[in-house]
């Protein structure tokens, strides 16, 4: 069983120690993949230089080009490398070149001759514009061949890896999470999803990692293949991705292309360098033309890994602070298709919530109705629709507005309203229950205004329309639920609280007597 303790958590990322036969390596990681043939920085300056503790390399690639030597050596010998290694299994290369000259039995024995920490099975990738009945073919093969595993494997210390295969049938992807976390994998992984990433289909991407997370159990890490670009790590991270490699540090930076946590940027275009790392401190971008190709490469691919490994700890720290929706707010904003992933994750809000922390250190930011979607939002009216129920005594219900309902319970103007709206009604106290409506959370009975985090937040004013549109289907919610003689909504003429007593009032033409309106 593979020994994997998680310190922190906030979403579905999680900061975690994986345990290895080479060391303990921290996650989420980003791991570096490494091509001998063609590597401008090599393991051992990405072990010094960017503390790097984890990397990735292609077996299938070594074994074709030097596979006695590797086999002599050991995988950490030949790259100079002294943390974890993990190899992938060639995989890719069927992808990209149709069949390939070796067996799972053969990439099985190798990984195990050359001592790499964590190995690949031989999968067969589902690719991307292909037929449902191809589809189902690679992951029933992948099934078989992780079958095969356990009788073929002769070590016990390395940790295996069992990809996830069905490409963009989201059925089939999560059939195949369901049956490959049967097999005794340590590690689980999604399989092919490049050409996704390539077209930054990341909307789609969101749905194959949560059909096969959904599927796999969740004390496995899991890795992403091929995952690309740093604006893409937060989200990765935050559905629950631990580990991910990337060529694109030094694909992009033999093509003169310079990588940004919002983007790439072609060397030419750039007229200042938007980057303090110890490469780009105190050059400009003309120095960097000026430069022999080779050392522009060099340059440019230590630049593109400054890059990755700072979002990395970025993300970490977001994790820690319990502010990773609010990052990946900021990532998102960085490209329209980052965006619509974002949108996304209103179908799994509630999965979301599931497995998301209870109480974060730090107040929340709402800036649009994407928020909506957060588990915190979520959380509060499941609880308020399953586990709450108002007190006994109350008959009459009066919903006042608020922006911090703690604030506004305690201010002296609220008072003086409540009191001015029992004697216009001529209701007595003791019989009234004072609840909140507040953006974006709904519904807030008076006596929770202090639970984490109904009165810990800020929201971006003025209110936008599907915002809205939430508080008052909330409201319309509470009070067919919850019995009471009369419920009389609060609301000062010509602010929000109108716009939403309007939608109210639309949905309840109906049934008038459901809830009335007072302006004060
Ligand atoms: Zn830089």
Redesign the pocket.
């Known amino acids: 069983m593979v020994e994997f303790e998680i310190r922190s958590r906030d979403l579905l990322a999680r900061i975690g120690r994986l345990k290895t036969k080479s060391g303990t390596v921290e996650t989420p990681a980003f791991l570096p993949v490494i091509n001998m043939a063609k590597q401008s920085v090599t393991p051992k300056e990405l072990w010094e230089e960017f503390g790097c503790r984890i990397l990735i390399t292609n077996a299938y690639i070594i074994k074709k080009q030097q596979a006695e030597k590797v086999a002599r050596l050991g995988i950490h010998s030949f790259l100079n490398f002294p943390g974890v290694i993990m190899t992938d299994s060639g995989a890719y290369q069927i992808l990209a070149y149709g069949d390939i000259d070796i067996t799972p039995r053969e990439i099985i024995r190798f990984q195990e001759e050359i001592d790499t920490d964590i190995a690949t099975i031989l999968d067969l990738p589902t690719g991307w514009a292909v037929s449902k009945k191809h589809a189902e073919h690679t992951v029933i093969e992948t099934i078989n061949r992780a079958k095969e595993l356990e009788k073929l494997k002769s070590r016990n210390d390395i940790l295996w890896v069992g990809p996830i295969q069905g490409g963009r049938y989201l059925d089939l992807v999560a059939e195949s999470a369901r049956r490959m976390s049967q097999l005794p994998f340590d590690i689980h992984a999604l399989g092919s999803p490049t050409p996704v990433m390539e077209q930054y289909l990341f909307d789609l991407l969101v749905d194959m990692i949560f059909a096969a997370k959904m599927n796999a159990p969740f004390n496995r890490p899991f890795h992403l293949f091929g995952a690309g670009h740093p604006f893409m790590f937060a989200l990765a991270v935050a559905l629950g991705c631990d580990l991910f490699d990337s060529a694109a540090y030094n694909i992009f930076a033999q093509d003169d292309r310079y990588l940004t946590t919002y983007g790439t940027i072609h060397l030419k275009e750039l007229e200042y360098?938007p980057?303090s790392?110890p490469?780009?401190y105190r050059r400009d971008p003309r120095e960097f033309r000026e430069m022999p190709k080779n050392e522009r490469e060099v340059e440019l691919t230590r630049?593109n890994l400054?890059?990755c490994f700072a979002e990395i700890k970025r993300i970490k720290q977001a994790i820690i602070e319990g502010r990773l929706w609010e990052h990946l707010m900021i990532r998102a904003h960085g490209h329209p298709s980052l965006l619509q992933a974002m949108k996304r994750l209103k179908d799994y809000s509630e999965i979301i919530e599931k497995h998301s922390p209870l109480v974060k250190r730090s107040g929340l930011f709402f800036f649009s109705s994407i928020d909506l979607a957060r588990p915190e939002v979520i959380r509060h009216n499941m609880r308020l629709k399953e586990r709450y129920s108002p007190p006994e005594k109350a008959k009459v219900l009066i919903l006042f507005p608020s922006f911090g309902p703690r604030r506004t319970g305690k201010s002296k103007r609220y008072k003086k309203i409540l009191a001015d709206t029992c004697k216009t009604l001529r209701i007595d106290k003791n019989q009234i229950h004072v609840c909140f409506y507040v953006p974006p959370f709904g519904v807030v009975p008076k006596e929770l205004s202090d639970v984490y985090p109904l009165s810990q937040f800020e929201i971006t004013r003025p209110l936008d329309v599907e915002t809205m549109e939430y508080v008052a289907q909330r409201i319309m919610e509470y009070v067919k639920t919850n019995r009471y003689e009369r419920r009389i909504m609060l609301v000062e003429s010509g602010t929000w609280q109108e716009e939403i007593a309007k939608i109210c009032m639309k949905y309840f033409r109906e049934d008038k007597r459901l809830l009335e309106f007072l302006t004060v």
């Open positions: 360098l980057c790392c490469v780009c630049h400054h890059v």
